[in-house]
């Protein structure tokens, strides 16, 4: 039973980042590491503001976390000091909790019934629980590999090592299936290996995962871009089931900006992965932001990445647009009342590293050198509006352009879907009007025997509802294969978070 006046006795708090010319001067995580009896002491003393509502919004589909996590349970299980128990409950609806502690904006929070009001004290520190739960599993070894006892005779071929597709790996590598994961990268992890900033995750804890994974025996196959280097023909011939998993990275672009083929002018990406490469001792990246004049287009996840690394990088200044106008700080209930997930200004980290943010502006043009490379850019204040078909307009809203210098440009609009591939191709499968792949209510695709999830299937999208699709999707691979199916299938296809249109 939750201690029924935790919330009244402690306020929210969040973990401590180290100094920022400290965490500047390197790649390691922002966040400090406490010694593990004031580390234990906080998180508990957080985990007893659980209310153990009648009705948790926090882990609702909908409203909170797709994966069902078992919150309340957990948070009660730390204010006991039972980490173990506590590992065992978490780990019982997410793969990975060490990733989704570290990179999930946390929908469950927003779902808290203590985010209703101020007067509250804030939500539950669910985010912090649950990193803090899986560090501590793996620190005292409670983190096992878990292998089949029987084999099914079934080859399952998941195409993609991002977090959906290692979620639909272990799950099926744990049912008995003989699973093989194939990736197109040098090393295992999509994005999360070079999407994700060394200083939001490190890689060892992505590493330590892998390895137990390949403990329970799940295959891998790295450098493989599967209707290239293996046929789809061979492909079909050695697995009884294919999962597609290789997410939606085509990266949104904006063509129709003069100057646009400058040099300099890059998509998130381009300077997001060979930095990540460097951290893993790959050389020096080949497009750094070091004493140069950054502009990040963009104001979301991605754009504060790229924030993060042209500071490390040593940038002269970074500015960061957003043709948006400036979220309020606190949730405005006539926008986005709760439960939903708020429209509110977020800072991360990298905000507090530096640089500038600038709303309601869009780039007029890029203005280049006689080299060839971006200088400068003109700056305009527009307006979004949507007109009488409800189609978003981008309108300029004064006459007056202001001129900055720039030499990098980093474009961080959003993704627009997955990329084109002679799998797909060769499989027979179509994208949707939205860049996706759809599937049946099986998660099937059009083509038999061939799966989706993740990315691929729902667009861009958070960490958390990569791995939910992943467990779903191997469920449903599961009863494909034996008739039948005793996984957790937490997600529908077509389940979507709660949201205020």
């Known amino acids: 039973m939750a201690d029924p006046h935790g919330f009244l006795k402690h306020g929210r708090t969040e973990p401590g980042k180290r100094p920022v010319d400290e965490r500047l001067g390197d790649w390691q995580e922002v966040y400090a590491a406490l010694p593990p009896e004031r580390r234990d002491d906080e998180v508990r003393t957080q985990a007893a503001r659980c209310m153990d509502c009648g009705i948790p919004f926090c882990h609702s589909e909908t409203t909170g976390c797709p994966l069902g996590n078992l919150i309340p349970e957990w948070n009660d299980l730390v204010r006991r000091g039972q980490w173990t128990e506590a590992g065992e409950r978490l780990h019982a609806t997410n793969n990975f909790p060490e990733f989704t502690g570290r990179l999930c904006p946390a929908p469950c929070e927003a779902g808290c019934v203590l985010a209703v009001s101020p007067l509250a004290g804030g939500a539950v520190a669910i985010k912090r629980v649950e990193q803090s739960i899986a560090d501590v599993n793996w620190d005292n070894g409670s983190v096992a590999a878990q292998p089949a006892t029987i084999s099914s005779g079934r ?179 006539a926008r986005s009342p709760w439960p939903s997930w708020p429209l509110i200004l977020r800072n991360y980290p990298a ?35 949507r007109d009488e078909q409800g189609v978003r307009r981008v309108v300029p809203a004064s006459a007056e352009v202001d001129r900055l210098p720039c030499d990098l440009v980093l474009l961080a609009i959003g993704f627009e879907g997955v990329e084109p591939m002679p799998l797909l191709d060769e499989l027979g499968i179509s994208l949707s009007g939205r860049g996706t792949i759809g599937c049946g209510s099986n998660w099937e695709t059009s083509a038999p025997g061939v799966f989706v999830c993740g990315d691929a299937h729902r667009g861009a999208s958070l960490v958390v509802w990569a791995i939910a699709e992943g467990r779903s999707v191997a469920n449903a691979v599961d009863s494909y294969l034996t008739g039948d199916s005793i996984l957790p299938s937490p997600v529908h296809p077509t389940a979507l978070p709660l949201a205020v249109v």
Do not use: W
């Open 351 to 385: 905000h507090e590293e530096g640089g500038e943010r600038r709303y309601e502006v869009a780039v007029e043009r890029f203005i280049g050198d006689e080299a060839g490379h971006v200088r400068e850019i003109e700056l305009r204040r527009v307006k979004v509006q």
């Open 155 to 333: 080859r399952v071929a998941v195409v993609g090592s991002g977090p959906a597709g290692l979620a639909a790996a272990q799950q099926l590598t744990r049912a008995g299936h003989d699973v093989t994961v194939f990736e197109r990268d040098d090393r295992l992890g999509g994005l999360l290996r070079y999407g994700i900033p060394e200083f939001k995750m490190e890689k060892r804890v992505l590493d330590r995962r892998l390895a137990q994974m390949r403990a329970e025996g799940t295959g891998f196959v790295t450098g493989c871009e599967v209707g290239v280097d293996l046929t789809v023909e061979q492909l079909r011939a050695d697995y009884d089931a294919v999962v597609l998993a290789v997410g939606a990275l085509r990266g949104r672009d904006a063509p129709d900006i003069v100057g646009r083929e400058l040099t300099g002018v890059h998509l998130a990406m381009e300077h997001l992965v060979p930095a990540n490469r460097e951290c893993e001792g790959d050389g020096p990246t080949s497009i750094s932001a070091e004493g140069s004049h950054v502009v990040i287009i963009g104001g979301g996840d991605t754009g504060a990445d790229c924030l993060g690394t042209a500071h490390r990088q040593g940038a002269a200044s970074v500015l960061q647009l957003d043709q948006y106008p400036k979220p309020p700080t606190a949730r405005d209930d």
